[in-house]
């Protein structure tokens, strides 16, 4: 019944819904784009075999390692990747060309999810990390597909939120055949939403099991030498209230390191012109990444307006901030950078991150800074100080290190739905 209330409320919303999808289709145009497939209409499906649902372009990221590897496991399989965003669709393509199908996820409603999961007739579907949906989910086990929740993280922020609606949230969570979750602390989480402890199993996560591509650090190698060897920080997916203090620090960076260059990369590319714009207003001088151009001595800032290379920027810099977490919006992967040997820096909210933050904070690789000052202060002691820098940062590459596994602990599980069918 109270799933049946939802549905009825979602069809009430529709207007809304299309009206906000106009809004984002103005600001950033891709959203006006494949919107039949919002309706379960067309779209690249590849039937009877597996598919993978990973909302945008980080959970896109993160499926890369497992979905390459169930492809090699089951070549005999097509794949199908799903994504809710245009920046999660535009990196799909990207990681995997057309050796995946890849359409959108249709709304919630039951007979949209109804009509694309006959059409798509899968033998499992794995969810990246909490991207759930009650009818997505009922559907699911009405067809007999066996849902599972991979690299599954919950946040306490999160529960609460699932909490307030516990009488629509408990069934989903109980229907879920398999929770690989991250850590101990987040399953008992899900055990209080109403996930059967028999169903899930502490995994850990998969962004630890990460591996730099040696081409792509290649290159930013060669960037980096061309920079004539200028100190380099990195802010890293940020978001709107936080590069104005990122812009603040870098000023406050050069009146000690002159030399400085700030790559700075917005999460959003919607963003990508309204934070040019700022740089311009803050007196740097500045050049977009994506006018194929590099930085020369006299440019202070660059803006990585481009999709799909921020390890390569991260295999530029010297010290990387993790946006996201100067406003509270709970931050992002902070082992991105710490898997190449950078010290992290953070603000306050990280609450999406909060077990591999608490992590790398106690292992010495991650700083926590509150404002503008005390981010151009912290990164200034590591720019002046590489012995410091590199303690910091190699201690970010154990963590790292000592955490993979969960890769192949995920695909082990996977397979005991893929192989029984």
């Avoid at 055949?177 to 502490?202: H, T, Y």
């Avoid at 061309?226 to 603040?248: F, K, Y």
């Avoid at 981010?375 to 590459?397: I, S």
């Amino acid at each position: 019944m109270v799933r049946l209330i939802y549905s009825l409320v979602f069809t009430l919303l529709l207007p809304v819904i299309l009206g906000r999808l106009l809004y984002r289709a103005w600001r950033a145009p891709a959203y006006a784009r494949r919107w039949h497939e919002r309706f379960a209409l067309k779209g690249d499906i590849r039937p009877g075999g597996i598919w993978v649902h990973a909302v945008s372009v980080g959970e896109s990221i993160a499926s890369a390692p497992m979905v390459k590897e169930l492809m090699q496991r089951y070549p005999e399989l097509p794949m199908t990747v799903t994504c809710m965003t245009p920046t999660g669709s535009a990196q799909i393509r990207k990681l995997f060309g057309d050796t995946v199908g890849h359409t959108y996820l249709p709304y919630d409603l039951p007979w949209l999810q109804r009509r694309f999961i006959r059409r798509l007739a899968p033998r499992v579907c794995i969810i990246m990390e909490t991207e759930l949906w009650p009818n997505l989910v009922a559907g699911c086990r009405s067809a007999g597909v066996p849902v599972v929740l991979a690299n599954a993280r919950l946040s306490e922020r999160s529960a609460r939120g699932y909490q307030r609606v516990i009488a629509l949230a408990r069934p989903m969570f109980a229907s879920l055949d398999w929770v690989a979750v991250q850590s101990q602390v987040e399953a008992r989480r899900f055990a209080a939403l109403g996930v059967p402890e028999q169903a899930m199993s502490v995994t850990g996560s998969i962004k630890f099991d990460l591996e730099p591509d040696p081409g792509k650090q290649a290159q930013a190698a060669q960037w980096r030498a061309d920079w004539s060897g200028r100190p380099v920080w990195i802010a890293a997916s940020t978001h709107a209230g936080e590069d104005e203090q990122i812009l603040a620090a870098h000023q406050s960076i050069l009146r000690q390191h002159p030399q400085a260059l700030l790559i700075l990369v917005p999460r959003h590319p919607e963003r990508f012109d309204s934070v040019a714009r700022l740089i311009g207003d803050s007196g740097l001088q500045a050049v977009r990444r994506s006018a194929g151009s590099m930085p020369s001595l006299q440019d202070q800032v660059f803006l990585g307006d481009t999709m799909g290379e921020l390890m390569q920027f991260f295999g530029c810099a010297d010290v990387a901030f993790v946006g996201g977490s100067l406003v509270p919006n709970g931050g992002h992967n902070y082992l991105e950078p710490a898997a190449l040997g950078l010290p992290v820096l953070s603000g306050p909210h990280r609450f999406n991150f909060a077990e591999v933050s608490d992590l790398l904070e106690k292992a010495g690789a991650l700083a926590i800074v509150q404002n503008a000052e005390q981010l151009a202060e912290r990164v200034c002691c590591y720019l002046a100080d590489p012995a410091e820098r590199n303690k910091a940062g190699g201690a970010g590459q154990n963590v790292v290190l000592e955490n993979q596994g969960a890769l192949a602990r995920l695909l082990d599980g996977i397979a005991g739905f893929i192989e029984k069918r």
